[in-house]
Structures are given as structure tokens and as C-alpha cells.
């Protein structure tokens, strides 16, 4: 079974900088992404924006609810 820590970026890609830029998906093709988490009561309860693609390296931020075009607010 692979580890976050068996992917290391791949020396032949190239990476970019593209931390304030909201990525789902490389620039590269990958979708799998480094990302730091808390955890609370076996859910996910915060997540830190910057992640780091585990194929190249680039930098870009994560997408978050908000930012989807179809995101609706709900007051209850």
C-alpha cells in the first residue's frame, strides 16, 4: 500500500507557483494534491489553502465550498 510518503514530485516535470490560484485539477493532469489537516471526531474539521501536487510540485490553493459558481449561502 502506497504512503503520501512514497510520492515525491517528479524531477522531470516542472513545477509552478501558483499559490493564490484556485486549482482542482495540475496543470500536469494529477488531481491528488499535499494538503495539511486537522482532524476532529474522525471528521476532517480545518484545512490549511496551500497544497502542493504530488506529481510536479506546483503550488496552488485549494478549492473550498464558497468558490464553487453554484455555491448557495444558507442562513438558518
Known amino acids: 500500500m502506497m504512503t503520501i510518503l512514497d510520492f515525491e514530485p517528479d524531477p522531470e516535470l516542472p513545477s509552478f ?9 495540475c496543470i500536469c493532469g ?13 471528521e476532517i474539521a480545518s484545512y490549511m489553502l496551500d497544497m ?3 506529481h510536479c510540485g506546483t503550488r496552488a490553493k485549494a478549492p473550498t465550498p464558497p468558490d464553487n459558481p453554484e455555491y448557495e449561502e444558507y442562513n438558518d
Not at 17 to 25: L, T
Open 30 to 42: 494529477s488531481d491528488m494534491w499535499k494538503i495539511v489537516v486537522s482532524f476532529k471526531e474522525y
Open 17 to 25: 507557483d501558483f499559490s493564490g490560484i484556485i486549482m482542482h485539477e
Open 52 to 54: 502542493e501536487c504530488i
